[in-house]
C-alpha cells in the first residue's frame, strides 16, 4: 500500500512544453506539500495545501500552480518549461492541527526527476 | 547564511563506528525533523521532536532548544546506511513550513 504516490517517477520535455505532475495520498492527512530538490540535493518548499486551500506559497514563479481537486490529491502544472525547472519534485503530506506533534510528521512521495532540454 | 546549517557535509565511516551527523539553526522552531534520503532518491522522516531525545533502534536523536542544536546518532554503523541525512525546521508561526539543511551524505564502508 503505497501512502504517498506520485506520476510519473520520470518526466524528459523540451523547453517551452507545458506538464503536469500529479500526486496523491491514501494516509487520510488533510495538508499537501510540494518541494523542489535542486541538483545539490537542497530540498525548498513551493507549496502546502490544508483541505484544498492554499496556506504557502514560496515565491514560485506564476508559470507553476498547484490544484487540489480533493484532500487527497494535489498536482502540480508547469506553464512553459524552462532548463532551470529541472529537479526532483517531492510530494508530501501530514495531518496538521490536532495540537500532538506526531501529528505534524510528514510523509514523502518517491519523486518525480523532471529534466527539461 | 541558511537558517538551518549541517555538519559535516560529507562523512565516510567504516562499518561500525559510531557516527555524529550535527544540525544547528537560527529560528525559533516548535520541531525539528531528521530525514533520509537513500541513493535510489527516496525520502523517509526518521525522527520529528521538539525536545528531549528519540531512539530508534541503533539510532538517537538529540535537541537542545536553548542552544538551537540537534545531533543525529548512529550506532554501529552498517554499509546500509549510506545515504544521505537531512535536518529540518518547523518555522514557529509558519503553519507546515518546513526549511531543510543541506544535507550531510554519509558513507559507510566494509
Sequence with gaps: ?117 | KNEVEQSPQNLTAQEGEFITINCSYSVGISALHWLQQHPGGGIVSLFMLSSGKKKHGRLIATINIQEKHSSLHITASHPRDSAVYICAVRNTGTASKLTFGTGTRLQVTL
Design chain 1, 1 to 117: 500500500d503505497t501512502a504517498v504516490s506520485q506520476t510519473p517517477k520520470y518526466l524528459v520535455t523540451q523547453m517551452g512544453n507545458d506538464k503536469s505532475i500529479k500526486c496523491e495520498q491514501n494516509l487520510g492527512h488533510d495538508t499537501m506539500y510540494w518541494y523542489k530538490q535542486d541538483s545539490k540535493k537542497f530540498l525548498k518548499i513551493m507549496f502546502s495545501y490544508n483541505n484544498k486551500e492554499l496556506i504557502i506559497n514560496e515565491t514560485v514563479p506564476n508559470r507553476f500552480s498547484p490544484k487540489s481537486p480533493d484532500k487527497a490529491h494535489l498536482n502540480l502544472h508547469i506553464n512553459s518549461l524552462e532548463l532551470g525547472d529541472s529537479a526532483v519534485y517531492f510530494c508530501a503530506s501530514s495531518q496538521e492541527g490536532f495540537g500532538d506533534l506526531r501529528a505534524y510528521e510528514q510523509y514523502f512521495g518517491p519523486g518525480t526527476r523532471l529534466t527539461v532540454t
